[in-house]
């Protein structure tokens, strides 16, 4: 059945071979077969074509959907056999971390349909409450993490790192930044309660040449530090994600020369690893093997 419904999909013997993993004698003998077993031709071929007959094009309307129903089943079957079921709720923090989230949340529904997945947007100041708190199994946020408490998955989105600053700022009317200029202004602190290494990340105490970084207010968010940046209050790092998502007014995004960029992927509770968490991580890993996210 798969080999005549690939084959009717492909019309092509070597194409239809890749996709099952057999050879294409394989395939060849095999619809042989079947045309033997229901006494008819279901395909026209010659040495350079390959087309459906009438047979074959009502053979594969009348089993296309019976064989879409036999996949299924049999996915749920092996879901449920490695524990995989229920309700996942995935949590986000940051514009590409959402794209990122429902990227993932599309592969994995895909292999998993009967799972009911839901997704919120966390907030800085919280950043890791929801998943310790339970309410959400897995996280998908910016790098680096590193809690005792928390399994971090691997880098799944890497994006350009901006520098934020007033329009009317002198780095404004620059092509490029180093971290060297992130002392010509006060960088914005995060509010709440985020870690001191995800602080010092994002805005080192020192440049690489060992120049003091002055700390400017604290933000709760993305939208407010952008708020204070075009009121004049300070700069900021941000992923280049953001502009695509915030430009408001007063504010210039300089690209940096020498920072790395900003990365993202999943973080999940050590004591709440399931098996629908590490398929979720490996349908978004997925994602990656295939150049497919952000």
């Known amino acids: 059945m798969e080999s005549f ?9 070597g194409r239809t071979a890749e996709r099952l993993h057999i050879s294409r004698a394989r395939v060849s003998q095999t619809i042989l077969a079947m045309e033997r077993r229901i006494g008819g031709r279901l395909f026209d071929r010659t040495s350079r074509t390959v087309a459906l007959t009438p ?18 089943a049999v996915t749920r079957a092996k879901a449920t056999a ?42 800085m100041a919280d950043m890791f409450g ?11 946020t910016q790098f680096p993490v590193c809690e005792a408490d928390l399994v971090r998955g691997p880098v799944l989105l890497r994006v350009p790192r901006l520098l934020a600053v007033p329009a ?6 620059r092509d490029g930044v180093s971290l060297e200029d ?28 060992g120049v003091p970084i002055r700390r400017g207010p604290t933000a709760a968010s993305i939208p407010e530090t952008l708020a204070m940046i075009g009121a004049g209050q300070g700069i900021s790092p941000v992923g280049a994600d953001v502009p695509r998502q915030y430009a408001p007014r007063g504010v210039v995004y300089v690209p940096f020369t020498d920072a790395d960029p ?8 050590a004591d709440g690893e399931t098996a629908c968490v590490r398929a979720f991580v490996a349908a978004a890993a997925e994602l990656v093997a295939i150049g497919k996210p952000g």
Not at 5 to 13: G, I, N, P, Q, S
């Open 5 to 13: 419904l690939t084959l009717a999909e492909e019309l092509h013997f």
């Open 55 to 72: 047979l074959g094009v009502r053979l594969r309307a009348d089993l296309a959907p019976a064989h879409r129903m036999m996949v299924e």
């Open 82 to 123: 490695r524990g995989i079921a229920g309700c996942l709720r995935v949590g986000y923090l940051g514009g590409a971390a959402g794209t990122l989230a429902l990227e993932a949340i599309g592969a994995f529904t895909r292999t998993h349909p009967d799972i009911d997945v839901r997704v919120e947007q966390t907030r």
């Open 130 to 140: 929801p998943l310790r708190r339970a309410e959400v199994e897995v996280l998908i």
């Open 168 to 173: 009317d700022h002198p780095l404004a009317r």
């Open 182 to 209: 992130l002392a010509q202004g006060e960088v914005f602190a995060c509010a709440g309660a985020v870690p001191e290494y995800w602080q010092l990340h994002l805005a080192p105490e020192r440049t690489p040449g």
């Open 262 to 269: 900003v990365e993202y992927g999943a973080v999940w509770r």
